[in-house]
């Protein structure tokens, strides 16, 4: 019997916890355990377990794939065992056949064990298609786009909803910049997120956002349209970080707008000016001028990470681009209609919802939103390397023959 066979009885996890990730995720697009191209993927990926176990001194890739495939190894595992069980019951069925009482335990008997293999297979698909999660950070930016002052409060609005979302969600959040309009909407804004699951969960929101409704702004009923911009851009890493003091100048001034008279009386304002490249960021949002410098500082660092990958690659040189495009109102990836009161996620994986106060509020409908988004692209890059695998095992197959 085969190591795999034999150590199908161990637990994953704990059951309650894990049995809300399956209710989490088990929905729309789902691997089709029963292709042959996934079952080989599959039996292929319970061997490498076997040799990196079997692998005294492992690489630190060589843990790190041991990390990410121990736990659907885990699950499958069980289904082996469950096969077997069942099995094991065919074979004692046609044994016993004459014996009614014996037929009717082998009946119940295997009615639990397929009620576990489906919550087993459940389980497993649970584990195939969760993103995986990171550490680290993000700058986000939004933008008014079409549609005047209408364009900006929304933008105000959407900005708010992050900021309620990163507070939700417990992460770190420092409002960076913000132009506001006459009306109290923004030109542009941004801020400064950390935390766990930022990097992924944050850049579901890169794009651009259109809103429905009947402007504030105007007398009457007619629906206006209007667009706002949304850019996710990577922080650097700790390796990253550094930035040559020479190489920029740090200027102070009075904070200038709305804040309160501490702000407008107090040097709190912070204008940095990074020489080499002519980067400019300013931070005048908080009382703290030591504060103010951190979060410019941070944003600074963040811009030049940027520049420096956009020299490197023409690829990652159109990422922001690509991202919020010109902020036409037909390059949209969600629409928000408030006289339906409808929010509408047009990527795949996406859908409608019909409580759009409450997705605005920045919690669980929106986190719901981008797991299910993030589950998709997981789903297409696991459909992905199963071809990629199954190519390259025909051809392996086709050389030896």
Partial sequence: ???????????????????KVVRKWYSQNNVNLTDPAVQTYLRRMMLEHEELLMTTRRTSEEARRLFEIKPIVSVLEQRIGLYDSIESLKELNKKENKDPEVKAMIKEEAEVYLKRLKEIDGELMAILLAPCLTEGGVLLEVAAGAGGQEAMLFARELFDMYESYANYKEWQVDIASMEISDIGGVRKASMLIEGFGVPELMRIEAGVHRVQRIPATEKGGRIHTS???????????????????????????????????????????????????????????GRSQIKNKEIAIQKLRTLLLQKQYEEQ?????????????????????????????????????????????????????????????????????????????TKRYQADTSNKS
């Fill in 1 to 19: 019997m085969s190591l795999t066979r034999i150590l199908w009885h161990r637990p994953i996890c704990n059951a309650d916890t894990f049995y």
């Fill in 227 to 285: 667009t706002v911009s949304v850019a996710v851009l990577p922080q650097p890493t700790e390796i990253e970080l550094n930035i040559p003091e020479r190489d920029i100048t740090i200027e102070t001034k009075r904070a200038s707008g709305a804040g309160g008279q501490h702000v407008n009386t107090t040097d709190s304002a912070v204008r940095i000016v990074h020489v080499p490249t002519g980067t400019v960021v300013e931070c005048q949002q």
């Fill in 313 to 389: 690659s023409s690829k990652i040189k159109s990422e922001r681009k690509s991202q919020v495009g010109s902020g036409n109102r037909n390059e949209k990836i969600r629409t928000y209609n408030f006289p339906q009161d409808r929010v509408t996620e047009h990527r795949e994986g996406g859908g409608t919802l019909h409580n759009l106060a409450g997705f605005m509020q920045g919690q669980e409908q929106l986190e719901q939103l981008q797991e299910s988004l993030l589950r998709q692209q997981r789903y297409q890059t696991l459909m992905e390397e199963i071809q990629e695998f």
